[in-house]
C-alpha cells in the first residue's frame, strides 16, 4: 500500500488572515519556506470535511481535472485541510455570481440558498458573453463540464455560484480583462462527509448507497422555474444529452479511471483521520456514481 498522505503542521506565526467568504472557520498562511498562500478549513464538528477536500482534489487528479491543491494539515491539534491558493502573479478572483450579475438580467448575486437561476445554460451564456473568442467560451465551458462531471463523481453538492470562478487580470475592471476559469475548489460537501457512521452502515447493509445519492441536491439548477437543483449525477444526465460536445471531453476521461483507483486515494488517509466505515461507504459513493448510464450516452 502507498505511503499515507502527508500532513502539514500549521504554525501560528504563518498566518495572514481570516478568510471571511465561505461559511466555514479558515484563514490563509504562509509557510516562509513557501512563496504562495494557502488556506486553512476546520471541518464543521462531526464531519470529514477535511479528509472529503484531500479525496476529491486527488480525484480530480486522476480525472485530469484542474483543480486547487489540496493537503492536510493539522493547526493547534486541530485536524483540517489546506488549500493551496490560484490567486497569484497579477490575478483576481471574479466569482459566478458576479458573472451572472452583469449577464443575466435580474439575476441576485447574494440569493445563497434556492438560487433558481443557476442555471448550466445561464451559466453558458455568461461565458459567451465574455470571451470574446467564441474558441475561449467553448474551452471555459468544456471546463466547467469537467466541474460537473467530477462533481458527480464525488456527490460534491455544494457548487453554487461562490464555488466557482473565473480568474482575470488584477487592473482588469468589471469583466474586463478575464482570462479563463478558476480552477475547481471547496470540494468539502462531498463523499458523504456529513454522514455518522451508524448512517452509513445502515446505507450500506441496506444496498442504499445509490439511493443516498440520488437524493442530493446540487447548487446548479436545471431550469429557473425549479424549486430545488437536481442531484450533480441527474445533472450529468441531462447535460450530455443537451450538451454533447460539451460534455464528451469530459466523459471520455472518466471512463478511462480505473475503478480501483478510488480505494486507493481513500486508503492514503492516515489511519486516524477517517473511520473504517467511512471509507468503505466513500469508495461505495464512487463506484456509484462512476457507473452510471451517462457515460454510454457520451
Ligand atoms: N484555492 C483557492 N485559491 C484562491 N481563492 C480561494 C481558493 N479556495 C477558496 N478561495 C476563496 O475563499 C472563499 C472561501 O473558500 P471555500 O469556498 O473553500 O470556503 P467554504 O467555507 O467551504 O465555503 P462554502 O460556504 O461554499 O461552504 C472562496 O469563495 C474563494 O473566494
Ligand atoms: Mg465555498
Request: glycine residues 8%; charged residues 30%; aromatic residues 12%.
Amino acid at each position: 500500500m502507498a505511503d499515507p498522505y502527508r500532513i502539514v503542521e500549521v504554525k501560528p506565526e504563518w498566518i495572514i488572515n481570516q478568510e471571511d467568504m465561505g461559511t466555514k472557520t479558515k484563514f490563509w498562511y504562509r509557510d516562509p519556506d513557501d512563496d504562495v498562500n494557502w488556506l486553512f478549513k476546520y471541518p464543521r464538528q462531526n464531519t470529514g470535511e477535511h479528509w472529503a477536500e484531500k479525496i476529491a482534489a486527488e480525484v480530480a487528479s486522476v480525472l485530469g481535472v484542474r483543480h486547487a491543491k489540496v493537503e492536510l494539515a493539522r493547526f493547534e491539534g486541530a485536524c483540517g485541510s489546506a488549500t493551496e491558493s490560484f490567486v497569484r502573479g497579477g490575478r483576481a478572483l471574479c466569482h459566478g455570481n458576479e458573472l451572472l450579475e452583469w449577464t443575466v438580467g435580474g439575476y441576485d448575486p447574494k440569493k445563497k440558498f434556492h438560487q433558481s437561476e443557476h442555471t448550466l445554460a445561464n451559466i453558458f451564456v455568461g461565458m459567451d458573453y465574455v470571451f470574446e473568442n467564441p474558441e475561449d467560451a467553448s474551452l471555459a465551458k468544456r471546463t466547467l463540464a469537467e466541474y460537473v462531471v467530477l462533481d458527480a463523481l464525488i456527490g460534491n453538492t455544494d457548487r453554487h455560484h461562490e464555488n466557482w470562478g473565473l480568474l482575470r487580470r488584477l487592473e482588469g475592471n468589471g469583466l474586463r480583462g478575464i482570462l479563463f476559469l478558476a480552477p475547481s475548489f471547496d470540494h468539502a460537501t462531498s463523499l458523504g462527509r456529513e454522514l455518522l457512521d451508524e448512517r452509513r452502515n445502515r446505507f450500506l447493509k441496506e444496498n442504499r448507497v445509490g439511493g443516498y445519492v440520488e437524493k442530493g441536491r446540487g447548487a446548479i439548477y436545471w431550469s429557473e422555474d425549479e424549486r430545488r437543483g437536481p442531484s450533480p449525477l441527474e445533472l450529468v444526465r441531462r447535460a450530455v444529452r443537451t450538451y454533447p460536445d460539451l460534455f464528451r471531453p469530459a466523459g471520455l476521461k472518466l471512463a478511462e479511471i480505473d475503478e480501483n483507483v478510488f480505494s486507493q486515494i481513500v486508503d492514503r488517509i492516515p489511519a486516524d483521520w477517517m473511520t473504517s466505515l467511512a471509507r468503505v461507504f466513500t469508495v461505495a459513493l464512487l463506484g456509484y456514481n462512476y457507473r452510471p448510464k451517462y457515460t454510454t450516452v457520451i
